[in-house]
């Protein structure tokens, strides 16, 4: 999980600092901000739901992987 902070966070950062160079607006740097952080979102669910105990594992958990996948 620190692994994708630091990776997103990196990604997220150069944009941030780049948002008002004359390549990154007609891009809307904005934009690429958010779909970054729901990217950040559903790998950090999606570790968190591959990291539970595999005898626990139900189809809830399936229908969760999913239902994360479809919001972020």
Do not use: Q, W
Not at 3 to 27: C, D, F, G, N
């Amino acid at each position: 999980m620190t692994m994708l902070l630091l990776l997103y966070a990196t990604l997220i950062y150069k944009v941030y600092i780049r948002r008002k160079t004359p390549e990154m607006t007609p891009r809307s740097p904005h934009m690429i901000m958010i779909f970054l952080m729901y990217l950040l979102l559903d790998g950090l669910g999606n570790t968190y739901l591959f990291s539970i105990d595999p005898s626990l594992k139900t189809l809830k958990v399936c229908y969760l992987g999913v239902f994360c996948t479809v919001i972020c």
